[in-house]
């Protein structure tokens, strides 16, 4: 039997009578036996003593946007290696992408996946695809898919540009509960583009990639939304229009939420001075204006989730010329130290990749009760660590932080009656 305290740790809890106070927590083979205040619990000599000291309990992290590459692309991500990266960023969920080869497209790559992920150290969910293949032509097998145990429908990284196939798709999705989940580009507009439309766009003598392409689709599918009475999650906005539309859809009572992805809260089109292809990715980067209305969105509670999107590639589709690279960031393992060195206050990290990101999809949320089986990490944010080749988890090194030292971390994860001190 493992029996563990985590010792006068700061809780982050924000249902438990602790919340922000310091507490010891017993956990005995994965479920939690006591709460109390330091110095209470008593240790016999099995147990396993983790001091909390500065350090903050709060529930696992979950990603409503990652990819891993099973099915097909394995050699960009598998799921042990996904899971480990997971694992060392604080993320005991994930949902990912259906940007693989295949799609996940039918009953059968989401039944691939979900038993696949029945003994992984961390949670994995699926989505699965809108429209077969991603071509955005023809509706694929929602309710099917639905049943094989995809928690929500998208073409991934493929805006779905035929506006009459998205109104079929919100309402056919309504009918059995099922989530759109859409990624915002009008592909008209964004054309070829590799960055974003502004001052530095120009500067570089590279075509520029508008807020209108990202704001544009938005408006559509707001429309569409209204007009079917349906839900809609939109992934990874990036723009201060796409905030105030998706704000005033929220007053006016739609059934609307929305994630931010890490890097655009951090990171502006201005960094793009260096031509490093770590910082390509779509939709781009954007304003420091932009960052800006982003960063407020997130505060009001116009985003409701943060996302990691990671997207890990082989070297070589990224160690090339900017215009030829691949989009993408491996970002999983460092989303805690992207938002706290962008100046966001713990609490609202813990709201918005803890709570709120599992409300989406209603996922029952994480609680820190005496019964229940342990879901938690230990957070260390002020731990300097080196993100490099020995302590990188993922198999690509496509992040623009690599080789470079960063600020906050998380110590320890308990989940599915597994202890990892990381």
Request: net charge neutral; aromatic share 6%; charged share 25%.
């Amino acid at each position: 039997m493992e029996r563990l305290i985590i010792q006068s740790a700061n809780i982050l809890f924000p249902d438990s009578k602790f919340y922000k106070q310091n507490a010891d927590v017993l956990i005995e083979d994965g479920i939690i036996k006591a709460i109390e205040v330091p110095g209470k619990l008593k240790a016999s000599k099995e147990t396993k003593l983790i001091s909390g000291e500065g350090q903050y309990l709060a529930p696992g992290f979950f990603d409503l946007n990652a990819n891993f590459g099973e099915p097909g692309l394995e050699t960009k991500e598998d799921f042990i290696t996904g899971c480990a990266t997971a694992a060392a960023g604080g993320f005991t969920g994930v949902v990912l992408q259906p940007n693989t080869n295949p799609p996940l497209q039918s009953r059968s790559e989401i039944a691939f996946i979900v038993n696949s992920a029945k003994d992984t150290p961390i949670d994995i969910y699926p989505l699965g695809t809108i429209t077969k293949n991603r071509e955005g032509k023809e509706l694929a097998e929602l309710y099917d898919m639905k049943l094989a145990g995809a928690v929500a429908f998208s073409d991934g990284d493929r805006s779905l540009q035929h506006a009459g196939l998205m109104s079929r798709a919100l309402l056919y999705s309504k009918g059995f509960d099922g989530l759109i989940f859409s990624f915002s580009e009008d592909k008209s507009i964004a054309g070829k583009t590799k960055m974003n439309e502004g001052e530095m766009s120009t500067y570089l003598g590279m075509k520029g990639n508008p807020d209108m392409a990202e704001e544009i689709m938005i408006s559509r599918d707001l429309f569409l939304v209204e007009y079917n009475d349906s839900p809609i999650h939109f992934s990874t906005i990036s723009t201060a229009g796409a905030v105030e539309q998706i704000r005033k859809a929220k007053k006016k009572g739609l059934k609307v939420t929305c994630d931010v992805a890490a890097h655009h809260l951090l990171l502006t089109d201005d960094e793009l001075i260096s031509f490093d292809s770590n910082l390509k990715v779509r939709p781009p980067l954007r304003s420091k204006a932009d960052r800006i209305a982003l960063i407020k969105g997130l505060k009001d509670g116009t985003i409701d989730a943060i996302v990691s999107q990671h997207t890990p590639h082989e070297i070589e589709y990224k160690k090339v010329e900017f215009e030829i690279a691949e989009f993408g960031i491996a970002s999983l393992q460092t989303v805690l130290p992207m938002l706290l060195k962008a100046k966001l206050p713990l609490e609202l990290i813990i709201e918005k990749l803890s709570i709120n990101s599992r409300k989406v999809l209603n996922i029952e949320p994480i609680q820190l009760k005496v019964g229940e089986q342990a879901n938690l990490i230990l957070i260390n944010p002020n731990e300097l660590w080196i993100f490099d080749s020995r302590s990188n988890r993922s198999k690509a090194t496509n992040n623009p932080l690599f080789n470079s030292e960063l600020k906050g971390k998380v110590s320890l994860l308990i989940h599915k009656n597994n202890t990892l001190i990381l």
